[in-house]
DNA sequence: CCCTGTTGTAACAGTAATCGTTACGATGAC
DNA sequence: GTCATCGTAACGATTACTGTTACAACAGGG
């Protein structure tokens, strides 16, 4: 699977809006992230974009034009994040219906659910334990 | 993401040769895993070809053809399965390196790769705490 | 020795998601 | 009115998964 970085540059470029609030300027642009990030400045507006959708973040439009932070960085999780940019599950079931004449094939969709369910509930409590602020000290500490 | 069945299929396919061998037969098809995972039988080749390498199943060729199992249902974890299909990583570092000159775009690859293997850890850990015995119990506790 | 059923594997098409890119209208401070 | 920036549509390239066809390799039974 061609692993996504979604959540990579989602959280890039909402690290990048913290630091360069902090510095004393209002907005940053997507043009700014976009190079910070290596990419094209439409990536960083499509993501941000659902980020706002999330409440994680806001834009100003026309002259003077940019992105802001809504929340802190220390009240932003990964989790946050990662639910803001909806991805698909982690794993799916059969892509057709398996055969429901067979003991296996009737049950075996419940049961793997529920522990696909429990996986994804893991995956969420592990990323739901760094913040935004985390990665930024990070960041600042390797410098 | 098009999130991908490969660990149901390959599940399916082990529990299925499991129980059939349980009910006192050799070796299972393909044909027959595929009728009942509602497939074809090249994709269940495909993946217990990988689950052989993998040291979990084996087949017999010629006349009187088919699958088998190397150990036990209770001695094969959803993770030794996960492992044997060798999924891509979950999450993606930046498609193409961020600027070195920022801050941001320096630091935050290593930052991002710490927590990324936290929760591959957490998710394995996870996968591993559920045997195919424990899904074929729930299977046939269901019907 | 031939027949037969099954595995092993290559090859290809269809689908879907991600990523990058171009293009252009909409917005709003100056 | 100008101009920088957002918002968004549209397209192509890439990649992975899934299903399918095709056929050679194999090995047991007669």
């Not at 959540?7 to 470029?13: P, R």
């Not at 994680?56 to 994040?81: C, F, H, N």
């Not at 049961?111 to 334990?129: G, H, I, N, P, Q």
């Amino acid at each position: 699977m061609s692993a996504n970085s979604r959540l990579t540059i989602a959280a890039h470029a909402l690290t990048w809006i913290g630091l360069y609030q902090r510095r004393g300027h209002e907005v940053a642009t997507s043009e700014q992230i976009a190079t910070s990030a290596n990419t094209n400045p439409v990536v960083i507006r499509r993501l941000l974009g659902e980020l706002r959708k999330a409440g994680l973040a806001d834009s100003r439009r026309g002259a003077g034009a940019g992105w802001m932070l809504v929340r802190d960085l220390a009240e932003i999780t990964l989790l946050d994040v990662y639910q803001a940019i909806e991805p698909g599950p982690v794993f799916a079931l059969h892509p057709a219906t398996p055969d429901p004449e067979c003991v296996v094939g009737h049950g075996i969709g419940p049961a793997m659910s529920a522990v696909y369910d429990k996986v994804e509930a893991a995956l969420r409590r592990e990323l739901a334990r760094t913040t935004l602020e985390d990665v930024l000290r990070d960041i600042l500490k390797a410098a």
